[in-house]
């Protein structure tokens, strides 16, 4: 089977396209298409949203609706907005599994980025937020200088998850006959050809992987050194310099006073 797999995978024929079908780079645009689509809108849905609830602190239940949203199941949701939504668009466009699909997929995406953009807004230490006030900031500029900035490797962890998961759950979209890299799972479970639906499945979690590694690597470099301690060495042989003196001159204070 392994050896069924390798080949059906290192096959020229399959990943060029044909008057018949479509090759694997053809499935794996349109896959990471639907894909950008969905956390495109998943983002500007969730994460302002988050943002505001986690700095005003109002409306602090929609954080426990949307998360309920999670348990929704998927493709049972999806066939009900087929039959819902594809009788209006028949027999001119896919938009009547294409717009299905894409809200099933922002459904399953919205929930760990809105949930991590009000998480890391509300463990931003109450002291930074209280010296930001205190020097004169407005509430959005707390928000946009200190909160967000704080708040960015939580922000960065849910939207790597929702990616994640976006990626995986994508396949759906073959089901309801779109493309993307489904297709060759879904296809290769009806004509029973496993070496198929196999290599299906791998590439599926090839892209997954090499977009989480890509986001981590982006994270790596927009995210302050300070709040992943990632300082360099002499940065933190100062800071380590800096914290003993501190230590020393407050044992020197403390004994004068006990004099």
Same mark, same amino acid.
């Given at each position: 089977?392994? !050896?069924?797999?390798?080949?059906?995978?290192?096959?020229?024929?399959?990943?060029?396209?044909?008057?018949?079908?479509?090759?694997?780079?053809?499935?794996?645009?349109?896959?990471?298409?639907?894909?950008?689509?969905?956390?495109?809108?998943?983002?500007?849905?969730?994460?302002?949203?988050?943002?505001?609830?986690?700095?005003?602190?109002?409306?602090?239940?929609?954080?426990?609706?949307?998360?309920?949203?999670?348990?929704?199941?998927?493709?049972?949701?999806?066939?009900?907005?087929?039959?819902?939504?594809?009788?209006?668009?028949?027999?001119?466009?896919?938009?009547?599994?294409?717009?299905?699909?894409?809200?099933?997929?922002?459904?399953?995406?919205?929930?760990?980025?809105?949930? #991590?953009?009000?998480?890391?807004?509300?463990?931003?230490?109450?002291?930074?937020?209280?010296?930001?006030?205190?020097? @004169?900031?407005? @509430?959005?500029?707390?928000?946009?200088?200190?909160?967000?900035? #704080?708040?960015?490797?939580?922000?960065?962890?849910?939207?790597?998850?929702?990616?994640?998961?976006?990626?995986?759950?994508?396949?759906?979209?073959?089901?309801?006959?779109?493309?993307?890299?489904?297709?060759?799972?879904?296809?290769?479970?009806?004509?029973?050809?496993?070496?198929?639906?196999?290599?299906? !499945?791998?590439?599926?979690?090839?892209?997954?992987? /090499?977009?989480?590694?890509?986001?981590?690597?982006?994270?790596?470099?927009?995210?302050?050194?300070?709040?992943?301690?990632?300082?360099?060495?002499?940065?933190?042989?100062? /800071?380590?310099?800096?914290?003993?003196?501190?230590?020393?001159?407050?044992?020197?204070?403390?004994?004068?006073?006990?004099?």
């Amino acid at each position: 089977m392994i !050896g069924d797999t390798f080949g059906w995978l290192t096959d020229a024929a399959h990943w060029r396209s044909t008057n018949f079908d479509t090759g694997i780079w053809d499935q794996l645009l349109a896959h990471i298409g639907f894909c950008a689509i969905a956390l495109v809108v998943a983002v500007a849905i969730g994460l302002p949203l988050g943002l505001w609830i986690g700095h005003s602190g109002k409306a602090t239940w929609l954080v426990t609706v949307v998360n309920a949203v999670r348990a929704l199941p998927t493709v049972g949701v999806l066939v009900l907005l087929v039959v819902v939504i594809a009788p209006n668009f028949y027999g001119r466009t896919n938009a009547g599994y294409l717009i299905p699909t894409e809200i099933v997929l922002v459904l399953l995406a919205v929930p760990p980025i809105l949930s #991590n953009a009000y998480a890391g807004v509300q463990n931003v230490p109450p002291a930074v937020r209280d010296a930001a006030f205190g020097m @004169g900031m407005t @509430g959005r500029q707390v928000l946009a200088r200190v909160e967000l900035p #704080n708040a960015l490797p939580l922000i960065f962890s849910g939207f790597r998850s929702a990616t994640l998961q976006v990626i995986a759950t994508a396949t759906i979209a073959s089901y309801v006959t779109l493309g993307g890299l489904g297709r060759f799972i879904y296809d290769g479970l009806a004509q029973q050809d496993y070496p198929q639906m196999i290599s299906g !499945g791998l590439l599926v979690a090839a892209l997954a992987l /090499t977009t989480d590694l890509l986001l981590a690597l982006v994270q790596r470099y927009t995210v302050s050194r300070g709040l992943t301690g990632r300082l360099p060495r002499a940065g933190r042989v100062r /800071t380590e310099g800096a914290d003993s003196r501190s230590a020393v001159l407050t044992e020197e204070l403390a004994s004068e006073g006990a004099r």
